[in-house]
């Protein structure tokens, strides 16, 4: 199993940003998918996830309204399409196989991280 991410970068507050998790090593359309990210200094947080035919997504209150998730079965290829970024929206974003769980923890497979930082 193997989950690439790209697209992190440094952008103002009110910027956006598209992350990209290239997925392979497993059937991708069988699995729900997620994002967690990290703050510095802090745990991970759940972000984001869509079910296997990209029908049905959640997300974290703090991102409501502003992030979309997004997936391409035919690609292998899970997205998350950030709007009006705010300084507290910086982190490193993984993408991680699986949907709702009780705690991050529970997530068998983590891509490296892709850097978001936001600030003016």
């Known amino acids: 199993v193997q989950l690439v991410e790209s697209g992190g970068g440094m952008v103002q507050p009110g910027g956006s940003l598209t992350l990209s998790c290239a997925a392979s090593?497993?059937?991708?359309?069988?699995?729900?998918m997620s994002w967690v990210r990290q703050a510095p200094g802090k745990g991970p947080e759940w972000v984001s996830t869509i079910n296997t035919g990209g029908s049905s997504t959640s997300y974290t209150d703090s991102v409501k309204g502003r992030f979309t998730i997004t997936r391409d079965n035919a690609k292998n290829t899970l997205y998350l399409q950030m709007r009006s970024l705010k300084p507290e929206d910086t982190a490193l974003y993984y993408c991680?196989?699986?949907?709702?769980?009780?705690?991050?923890?529970?997530?068998?497979?983590w891509g490296q991280g892709t850097q978001v930082t936001v600030s003016s």
């Open positions: 991680v196989r699986g949907g709702l769980v009780p705690t991050v923890d529970e997530y068998d497979y």
């Open positions: 090593g497993f059937t991708f359309s069988s699995y729900d």
